[in-house]
């Protein structure tokens, strides 16, 4: 019974991953087709030595640790803060959990076009109306732009998962700390942080997983640039691939993100494996 | 005089609270103001948040121009089929790991989780090339079938984690009062069974209608889901607010609906009921 669901991820995990592992040691352009010379490592060596590469490189590891550092802080403090006695909590919850159920272009194209734009945008507005010269977001600070957007999308996501597991804490434990004289800060550190620390690192783990792979937000703001100012790995290999419609080099860059992935995941399934059982 | 200060303090938390909320929504909010406002209120100086003359005629002129309702019965077709396609697959392998438990089923578990860390630029490059060739490329069914695959994982997952909390005992219970296998099927299992699956329908409806991967590099004008479709708007369309605005409103108020009710299930399926 187990059987048809197994084969069918081996499958769409190893006969497209082989055919990706071929290809890189091919010199195959879609544009001259019949022309499927072997080339040895000679496309791993253009990738890796492609200043490009260390450009995507740091923006996808500046990506992951931006975004996650904004949503686990801003995500943990927003739980605690929901967790209090507010009146309206339920309808305050949908608000801060609406922007997870954005879809990727839409929340990029809202935060480019009406807040970032730097001349109908409302930042730009904003700028204005106090004296300031308006920031052209994108052009400028593209990066930065675009792990503002992925975190908008990502917070409610960590705080939702962090109230959910506050809420399962042990009142009487509290309340009992609190009698014994502990102030609001060594609670936090010594009781409510250790409970917190599991559904962190699930937040830590889920997270990772969708943000190596960022792709729509680059797609439709900054399409990488400018130059490669913020081209990820993923936008890098697909840049490579289907708009150079070079196969050998976009398939030897989707190995090595294969392999970058494969190294936090091991990290990461550990951590977990470690939270996991306990 | 203790009870005067914890109002105090709840007033202000509220505020906070609710300050810090709306701060949250307001980019939401925003679209879909100003998907009721005329092109020249869109980016009129100063901007105006409720007092504008409502129009709708920007709903009207997005389906005229592009029509819109194809890209969302696209969104709708992609979405649920690959959703009910994944559970039909992963039913039966998370009822059997649930319920039959092998030695190897923890590790089965643990690689199905790790095949979602597959960057799917690794997987990219062959999976268009056997779509261009078989002529899937910019097809709904080509889209099911990836986003099927795509999500199976979780879908197998949060189904297992539901099972499990089926109690055996009561299997036993209904034979020893005489069920035949059918009747434990329909009137034991089937209503135990039933919220999780739905829970699980739900979440990944949600994930596969916002899934912005696959659906913008195997489709084009034809297939193109919603996510696509609005991707078309990133240049030069986009400088019309209020289109964009009205299409965009559109596309996530369906999800926005079905994902507020589905908050509970979303922690549980998105942590792989590791938290709950």
């Known amino acids: ?278 | 005089m203790a009870r005067a200060i914890s109002t105090r303090r709840q007033i202000t938390v509220t505020i906070l609270a609710w300050v810090i909320g709306i701060t949250i929504f307001f980019p939401i909010l925003w679209t879909i103001l100003t998907s009721f406002k005329t092109e020249a209120e869109a980016i009129a100086s100063p901007p105006s948040l409720f007092m504008f003359d409502w129009t709708l005629e920007n709903y009207g002129e997005v389906q005229e121009r592009s029509n819109y309702f194809r890209h969302f019965s696209n969104s709708v077709i992609i979405s649920l089929g690959s959703t009910v396609l994944g559970l039909l697959i992963a039913i039966p392998a998370a009822w059997s790991m649930a319920f039959v438990p092998a030695k190897r089923t923890k590790d089965i578990l643990m690689w199905m989780l790790s095949t979602k860390m597959l960057p799917p630029v690794g997987v990219l490059i062959p999976i268009y090339l056997i779509f261009r060739d078989t002529g899937l490329l910019d097809t709904r069914i080509g889209l099911v079938i990836v986003l099927t695959l795509v999500n199976l994982p979780i879908i197998t997952w949060m189904l297992f984690t539901y099972f499990r909390e089926i109690p055996g005992e009561i299997l036993e219970a209904a034979r020893m009062d005489g069920a035949m296998l059918w009747d434990e099927i329909v009137h034991v299992l089937t209503p135990m069974a039933i919220p999780g699956i739905a829970s699980t329908l739900l979440l990944n409806v949600i994930l596969a209608w916002n899934e912005a991967f696959w659906t913008l590099n195997l489709t084009a004008a034809k297939a193109a889901p919603l996510t696509a479709f609005i991707a078309s708007y990133s240049s030069p369309e986009g400088l019309f607010y209020a289109k964009l605005s009205a299409a965009s409103t559109m596309a996530i108020a369906p999800i926005l609906i079905l994902g507020w009710f589905s908050q509970k299930q979303l922690v549980r399926g998105l942590t792989f009921g590791a938290v709950k």
């Open chain 1, 1 to 278: 019974m187990l059987s048809p669901a197994v084969l069918l991820l081996l499958a769409w995990m190893i006969v497209p991953l082989t055919m990706t592992i071929y290809f890189s040691f091919l010199r195959y352009n879609l544009l001259s087709p019949g022309i499927n010379a072997w080339a040895g490592w000679s496309n791993y060596q253009y990738f890796l030595t492609d200043p490009a590469f260390f450009a995507a490189l740091t923006n996808t590891l500046l990506l992951v640790v931006g975004v996650l550092l904004i949503t686990v802080i801003g995500g943990t403090l927003l739980a605690l803060l929901l967790d209090q006695p507010i009146w309206g909590q339920g309808v305050v919850r949908i608000l801060v959990l609406a922007p997870f159920f954005v879809m990727p272009t839409v929340s990029a194209l809202v935060w480019k076009n009406m807040f970032m734009n730097p001349v109908n945008g409302l930042f730009a507005y904003a700028a204005k109306a106090v004296g300031l010269q308006p920031f052209d977001f994108l052009a400028h600070a593209p990066l930065a732009s675009i792990i503002l957007i992925v975190a908008w999308q990502w917070l409610p996501f960590a705080a939702l998962i962090l109230l959910t597991a506050l809420q399962s804490m042990d009142q009487e434990q509290m309340e009992a700390s609190e009698i014994d004289g502990a102030g609001p800060f060594s609670r936090f550190f010594y009781l409510v942080l250790p409970h917190l620390s599991r559904a962190i690192t699930v937040v830590i783990l889920i997270q990772t997983i969708f943000l190596l792979s960022i792709f729509a937000e680059i797609l439709v703001t900054t399409n990488g640039g400018p130059g490669y100012a913020s081209t990820n790995i993923t936008y890098l290999v697909y840049a490579q691939s289907l708009l150079q419609f070079d196969v050998g080099g976009g398939s030897a860059g989707g190995i090595i993100a294969v392999i970058l992935a494969n190294i936090v995941a091991i990290f990461l399934m550990r951590m977990i494996g470690k939270n996991l059982e306990a």
